[in-house]
C-alpha cells in the first residue's frame, strides 16, 4: 500500500494559504522547546525615533540589542511596532517579528501587548511576543501572563508554557508540519485540531489536515479515532490516508475495510482491488 508522503505537498499548500484575521480561535498550551520557524525573515526592524504627546510618551521600536526602559519596564524589540508608556501603564502595538518584555513584579507597572490577533497582559513577568505568518505565539520566562485571542479570553500561562493566537486554518497546518518536523506527535495533533476548529480555512486546507490527522492518530496508537476521521475522506482524493486507514481497518475483517478499499480503487490503487476480491462471498 501507499506509504505517507504529506510533508512537500503541505509544505506547498501552507505556503499558498491566504492570512486574514479570525473573530476567534483556539490556543494551545504547550511547554516550550526550541523550533525551527517556517516563515523565516519575516521581521523587519525600523528606527523612526521618539516623539512626545502631551502627558504620553511614544517610543518606536529600535533594532535588536537597545533596550528602550522605562521604570520597571524593559523592552528588546526585534521587529516592527511600537511602544506607548503612559503613567504605570505601557501598551506595546506589535506587527511582526519579536519583542522581549521584562516586568519587575511589585512595582506596579502595567503591561499590554496587542497584535492584530492578540492581546497579552501582564503585572511582573517576562515574557516574549513572536508575530509570523501563522500568528501571534506567546511564550513565559517568569510570572503569568492572561491571552486573548480577537477579543475572547484563552487563559493565563505561567513559566515555560506558550499560547498560539493563528490568523487562519493555514497557520495552524504549518505549525502542524514544523512539529512533524520534529517528530512531535502530541504537538502535531494540538495543532491539527486548532487548524480544524478554526471558523476560516480554505476547503482543501482542512481536507489536508483530516489526512494528517489520521496518520498522527494510527502513529499514535489510537487507530480507532483514525479510522473515524478517515471517514470523513471517503470522497477525497487523499490516497495516503485512505491506505492508513485500509490497513487499519483490515484485521477487522471485510466490513470495516470495505469502504477504504472502495475508495482507493475509484483512485486507481493497485493493491485495494486485490484485498476486496478476498471479501467477496
Request: proline share 5%.
Amino acid at each position: 500500500m501507499s506509504e505517507w508522503s504529506f510533508e512537500e505537498d503541505l509544505q506547498s499548500l501552507a505556503e499558498q494559504l491566504d492570512r486574514q484575521p479570525l473573530p476567534s480561535l483556539p490556543t494551545a498550551v504547550r511547554q516550550r522547546r526550541p523550533r525551527r520557524s517556517l516563515w523565516p525573515g519575516l521581521a523587519a526592524a525600523g528606527v523612526l525615533g521618539v516623539s512626545v504627546i502631551a502627558a504620553l510618551v511614544l517610543v518606536d521600536l529600535v533594532p535588536s540589542g537597545v533596550e528602550p526602559t522605562h521604570g520597571a519596564v524593559s523592552v528588546v524589540p526585534d521587529g516592527v511596532g511600537h511602544v506607548v508608556h503612559d503613567g504605570s501603564r505601557t501598551t506595546i502595538e506589535w506587527t511582526s517579528g519579536v519583542v522581549d518584555v521584562d516586568v519587575e513584579p511589585n512595582r506596579g507597572a502595567q503591561v499590554v501587548v496587542h497584535t492584530p490577533e492578540a492581546e497579552v497582559t501582564v503585572v511582573g513577568t517576562r515574557f516574549q511576543v513572536h508575530r509570523d505568518a501563522r500568528g501571534t505565539h506567546v511564550t513565559v520566562d517568569r510570572g503569568l501572563v492572561h491571552v486573548s485571542c480577537f477579543g475572547v479570553e484563552r487563559g493565563e500561562f505561567g513559566m515555560g508554557d506558550e499560547a498560539w493566537c493563528l490568523q487562519t486554518a493555514g497557520g495552524a497546518l504549518g505549525l502542524a508540519l514544523e512539529r512533524l518536523d520534529d517528530r512531535d506527535l502530541v504537538g502535531v495533533l494540538e495543532a491539527i485540531d486548532q487548524g480544524l476548529a478554526h471558523p476560516i480555512g480554505k476547503d482543501q486546507t482542512r481536507i489536508v489536515l483530516r489526512a494528517l490527522k489520521v496518520q498522527t492518530l494510527a502513529d499514535l496508537g489510537r487507530e480507532e479515532d483514525a479510522l473515524t476521521v478517515a471517514e470523513t475522506l471517503l470522497n477525497s482524493t487523499e490516497r495516503d490516508a485512505l491506505a492508513t486507514a485500509a490497513r487499519l481497518a483490515w484485521p477487522q475483517g471485510c466490513e470495516r475495510a470495505r469502504p477504504f478499499l472502495e475508495a482507493l480503487v475509484a483512485l486507481g490503487d493497485e493493491v485495494a482491488p486485490t484485498l476486496l476480491r478476498r471479501c467477496e462471498p
